[in-house]
Each structure stands twice: as C-alpha cells, then as structure tokens.
C-alpha cells in the first residue's frame, strides 16, 4: 500500500518560496501522475497542479507563473515550489497520487499525503 | 470553466438516517466525477469515482450516481463516522475543479 510522506517550510515571509516535497513509500513514481492540491483554512480544495514520472506536467492556471512540480526519481519523491507567496497562499498543503489512466479525466486522487500547513505572514 | 456547486452546505442528520448530498456541474461532465470525504484534521479520502464506482475499500451504504449536470452521492444509513465534509470533483474540463463541499453533521 502506497504513503505519501510530504514536509517542508510552514512559515514564510511574502515574496518568499514556498517548497514541499512529497516521498512515495510503497510504490514507485513510475506510472502514475503526482498532484499537489490546497485548502485555505476554513475552505475548500484548490487543485494546484500535477506532474508524471517523466517529468511531463499540468498547472492551474491561476498559479501556472509561479508554479513548479518536479520529479525526483532517485529518491522516489517529488516537489512543489511556488513562488512569490502572499497570504493568500496560506493554506494547508496535500500531495496525492492520481489513479492509473489512459484517460486524463480519470485519474483521480486516490492516494494522499498528511498535509503540510503553510503561513504566510511579515 | 466548470463550476461544480454543492448543496446543501450543511446536512443536519442522525445516525441510521439517509444522506443525500447533491452536486450540480455548470455544463456537462459526461461521468467525470469523484467524491471524497474529508474528516477533521484528515486529508481528504476517494469514495467514488467515475460518478458511481466504489473506490478500493469503501462500504456499500456508499453510492454515487448521476451523469451530465446533476450527481448525487447517497449514504444509506449514517454511521458516526460519516459525519464529515464531503467534496465533488470534476474532470471533464481544465482545471479539474472541486465542488465548496458539504459538510454532514449530527
């Protein structure tokens, strides 16, 4: 059975980077798409992005200037950096695993980390 | 972009009863959607996909239907704990976009 195992930074500064890595135990990268997803507190579910083991990616445009996922096959894990945070980039941080698919549209998460919460404050 | 909105935000209910949460799509989806629970202080957890099946260990008071515009998820009888916020998911057009949720409470 696959974990997600993510940590990083929870406390930034604005106009600083925010990076998160998130190893895979259990499993390989290899075959499957790797998400990142946020929830601001109190709210919903912020899709961020996604990337395969080949380093092949998608953003949420809304993000998609600021954003890198990133592969790192050596070490079964994979990153997230984004820059120029605000405080609108305070929220609690989940890495996930997508399902296997040929199929963009079904490869939904069925794997996650345990959240990584991120502040972004002066 | 699709806009998938969730109601009722909230749903007052007690154990043994029947929950029905509704999410509707601002245009057609086909099939493409998933719901996931999320209980406090827990990442979220793939319940259906493909609008109807069953993920990998999910009981069968579970059951997703609907495709199109309007899905419904239904917990046939509420066990404690069901009591959580349950999101929709699309991914039928960019970005893959979830619902604001609906949260089950006793």
């Known amino acids: 059975q696959v974990l997600l195992q993510q940590w990083g930074a929870g406390l930034l500064k604005p106009s600083e980077t925010l990076s998160l890595t998130c190893a895979v135990n259990?499993?390989?990268?290899?075959?499957?798409?790797w998400g990142w997803i946020r929830q601001p507190p109190g709210g919903g579910l912020e899709w961020i992005g996604e990337i395969n083991h080949s380093g092949g990616t998608n953003y949420n445009s809304s993000l998609k200037s600021r954003v890198t996922i990133s592969p790192d096959k050596s070490h079964n894990q994979f990153s997230l950096n984004l820059t120029s945070v605000t405080a609108a980039d305070t929220a609690l941080y989940f890495c996930a695993r997508a399902k296997q698919s040929t199929t963009w549209s079904r490869r939904w998460f069925d794997a996650w980390g345990q959240g990584t919460p991120v502040t972004v404050s002066s | 972009e699709t806009v998938l909105t969730q109601s009722p935000a909230t749903l007052s209910l007690s154990p043994g009863e029947r929950a029905t949460l509704s999410c509707r799509a601002s245009q057609s989806i086909s099939n493409y959607l998933a719901w996931y629970q999320q209980r406090p202080g827990q990442a979220p957890k793939l319940l259906i996909y493909d609008a109807s099946k069953r993920a990998t260990g999910i009981p069968a008071r579970f059951t997703g239907s609907g495709s199109g515009t309007d899905f419904t998820l239904t917990i046939s009888s509420l066990e404690p704990e069901d009591f959580a916020v349950y999101y929709c998911?699309?991914?039928?057009?960019?970005?893959?976009?979830f619902g604001q949720g609906t949260k089950v409470e006793i």
């Open positions: 259990g499993g390989s990268l290899s075959g499957y798409y």
């Open positions: 998911q699309q991914r039928s057009s960019w970005p893959p976009a």
